[in-house]
Every structure is written in structure tokens, then in C-alpha cells.
């Protein structure tokens, strides 16, 4: 049964960082490509960042993030990163990770001084 476990979520002020991690288990992790979404109260769910397979897994980001967040992965771990810089209000939401069908639980991050 695949699981994915999303953490490091919390309050944080504008302007301050925090690191998601989302930690695979019942799935060859290092063939997938990973995701995080992010879904903000009254909007839909929106696609934040991607990581393709493969050890030098390939990048890419929704305009509304790029230069702030940066995904990575240890495929060694199963774990997929979300590091996030330069937090804007904006983007509180819950952040989920993805992989093919599979959703993690989701984690709360709050921007608010």
C-alpha cells in the first residue's frame, strides 16, 4: 500500500523559509516523477513544483514560485523536498504531495505576521 507523509508545516512570518518533506513508503520511489500541490481556502488545488525520476531529476515550478522554492529528492530516503523561501501570505495553503494516483494527507503552512 503506497503512503505518502507529508511534514514541516507551520506558522511562519512573511519573509521566512521552511522545508516540506514528504516520505514514500510501499512504491519503487526513484521511478516516479514527484509533485507538490498546494490548495488554499476557496481555490483549487494548483500544481507547485515537479521533479522528474532519476537521479539528476529535471525541475519545474509555477511562475507564482519560481526564484523562492526549490524541490529536491533523495531517492536513497524516498523523500521528496519542498524548501520555501521568501514566504509570502499568499501562499498559505495546504501543501500535498503527488505521486502518479497517489496523495499524501497534507500539510498546513501559514504566512502571517
Known amino acids: 500500500q503506497v503512503q505518502l507523509a507529508e511534514s514541516g508545516g507551520g506558522l511562519v512570518q512573511p519573509g521566512g523559509s521552511l522545508r516540506l518533506s514528504c516520505a514514500a513508503s510501499g512504491m519503487i520511489f526513484s521511478i516516479y516523477d514527484m509533485n507538490w500541490y498546494r490548495q488554499a481556502p476557496g481555490k483549487q488545488r494548483e500544481l507547485v513544483a515537479t521533479i522528474t525520476s532519476g537521479g539528476g531529476g529535471s525541475t519545474n515550478y509555477a511562475d507564482s514560485v519560481k526564484g523562492r522554492f526549490t524541490i529536491s529528492r533523495d531517492n536513497a530516503k524516498s523523500t521528496v523536498y519542498l524548501q520555501m523561501n521568501s514566504l509570502k501570505p499568499e501562499d498559505t495553503a495546504v501543501y500535498y504531495c503527488?505521486?502518479?494516483?497517489?496523495w499524501g494527507q497534507g500539510t498546513q503552512v501559514t504566512v502571517s505576521s
Open positions: 503527488k505521486a502518479r494516483n497517489w
